[in-house]
């Protein structure tokens, strides 16, 4: 079975602190997503990357990093968290290339106080 | 650049009323139109991919439908149980799978 997970459902941080999301797919998937989704603006994608060591900027990237080492693992780093970071965090993977339907983990509610 | 709209923003129904929900959308090259479910507190749920117009498919009381322009999902006969938000999400002629997702309609089921 598909499987998704990401390292934390919440987390509370405080403006300025490094933060790191983890996300793991044990599904053997060339491509893997992270998204944040606000009421209202749906979800956006950040970055994505198609390959071990490998990132490409989605449609928001200002403000954060990735960082694949490993296929089943894509971490994303907010390097000086922001009160406007507190988000729905989404992690999804697919196998590589188009057609395919993305897989998403359970979400990290993120909140920057 | 990609665009979608779903529509209506909410739509509530009683049990066993049957109804549907749009998806227009604009793309360069459709690639797939997905459909997911999503709970509160969770992550999307994917439901279905259609490729081309005229393209059905069926889960339950859900069925998705193709057009060039949008698609629809239709519920037949709803139960509490099928509340929630449906997003719909398009993946165009770029590469590497690229979603563009709507904003949803959340669906509520009254017994």
């Known amino acids: 079975d598909v499987k998704v997970t990401q390292s934390s459902r919440y987390l509370v941080k405080r403006t300025g602190e490094k933060v790191f999301l983890e996300c793991v797919q044990d599904?053997?998937?060339?491509?893997m997503f992270w998204y944040r989704q606000d009421p209202g603006l749906g979800l956006r994608l950040i970055y994505f990357?198609?390959?071990?060591?490998?990132?490409e900027k989605g449609d928001i990237p200002e403000g954060y990093s990735v960082s694949r080492e490993k296929k089943e693992r894509f971490s994303l780093i907010l390097e000086s968290a922001s009160t406007n970071q507190t988000s729905m965090y989404l992690c999804?993977?697919?196998?590589?290339?188009?057609?395919?339907?993305?897989?998403f983990g359970p979400g990290t509610r993120l909140t920057v106080t | 650049e990609d665009q979608v709209t779903q529509s209506p923003e909410a739509l509530r129904l009683q049990e066993g009323e049957s109804s549907s929900l749009n998806c227009s959308y604009t793309v360069s090259g459709l690639r797939g139109l997905f459909w997911y479910r999503q709970d509160p507190g969770k992550g999307p749920e994917f439901l279905f991919t259609?490729?081309?117009a005229g393209e059905e498919k069926e889960k339950e009381r859900l069925k998705a439908t193709l057009t060039k322009k949008e698609s629809f999902l239709h519920i037949t006969a709803p139960k509490p149980e099928d509340s929630a938000t449906y997003l719909c999400?398009?993946?165009?002629?770029?590469?590497?799978?690229?979603?563009?997702f709507g904003q949803g309609t959340i669906l509520t089921v009254h017994p």
């Open positions: 599904m053997d998937h060339e491509n």
């Open positions: 259609l490729y081309s």
């Open positions: 999400a398009v993946q165009g002629g770029t590469s590497y799978g690229k979603l563009t």
């Open positions: 999804a993977s697919s196998p590589p290339g188009t057609d395919y339907e993305q897989y």
């Open positions: 990357s198609y390959d071990v060591k490998m990132k």
